[in-house]
């Protein structure tokens, strides 16, 4: 299986920061790489997929970049409904599978 | 705009068969154009892909769970539905089913089913 790892593993940041979450492939994955943001009790919300592409209704403060094994979601500028856990997923490989998340938290 | 919605029991007894539906609404599972998966997480934990299935019947599954799991269609009531047997306390999870484009070669997953917390206990 291909590993997914994600760092860091939890960010302290505040409203208005600017948030980077970087996700390594432990092999190459061309451009076959989603983000998910995850709330408490729910489930995982799609926001970005094939590395760039930003799903509908996603706002614009979320980004995605990077190819190959190595990636970077971004939030421009974080509002406080962006307090939550983000993973990554490979789409490339069998099985797809998950980075084991990044919490980001309040300062 | 579609919806997933998962049922089933909320407690199993070691050893037993999990049996979970995916009601799927907005969206017939049988356009063709999506595979139909389970993902599951435990508690405080990530998430791990159990396994898909298409319209076309062909189903795929995570190799650590392939000796355990079947999923099947029940396209006259727009579900699709996983069965897990011989359950251990590793099982116990909150169970989400979703969606990926057949485009999105292994797939990114949405939208998703609220999830259903399963507890394997006696």
């Known amino acids: 299986d291909i590993q997914m790892t994600q760092s860091p593993s939890s960010v302290s940041a505040s409203v208005g920061d600017r948030v980077t979450i970087t996700c390594r492939a432990s092999q190459g994955i061309s451009n076959w790489l989603a983000w998910y943001q995850q709330k408490p009790g729910k489930a995982p919300k799609l926001l970005i997929y094939?590395?760039?592409s930003l799903q509908s209704g996603v706002p614009s403060r979320f980004s995605g970049s990077g190819s190959g094994t190595d990636f970077t979601l971004t939030i421009s500028s974080l509002q406080p409904e962006d307090f939550a856990t983000y993973y990554c997923?490979?789409?490339?490989?069998?099985?797809?599978?998950f980075g084991q998340g990044t919490k980001v938290e309040v300062k | 705009q579609v919806q997933l919605q998962e049922s089933g029991p909320g407690l199993v007894k070691p050893s037993q068969t999990l049996s979970l539906s995916c009601s799927v609404s907005?969206?017939?599972?049988?356009?063709?154009?999506?595979?139909w998966s389970w993902v599951r997480q435990p508690a405080g934990k990530g998430l791990e892909w159990i396994g898909r299935i298409h319209s076309s019947g062909r189903s795929d599954y995570n190799p650590s769970l392939k000796s355990r799991v079947t999923m099947s269609l029940d396209t006259s009531n727009n579900q699709f539905s996983l069965n897990l047997i011989s359950l251990t306390a590793a099982d116990t999870a909150l169970y989400f089913c979703?969606?990926?484009?057949?485009?999105?070669?292994?797939?990114?997953?949405?939208?998703w089913g609220q999830g259903i917390l399963v507890t394997v206990s006696s």
């Open positions: 997923q490979q789409a490339n490989s069998f099985p797809p599978t």
């Open positions: 979703t969606r990926a484009p057949i485009a999105s070669n292994y797939g990114w997953f949405g939208p």
């Open positions: 094939g590395v760039f």
């Open positions: 907005g969206g017939s599972i049988n356009s063709g154009t999506y595979y």
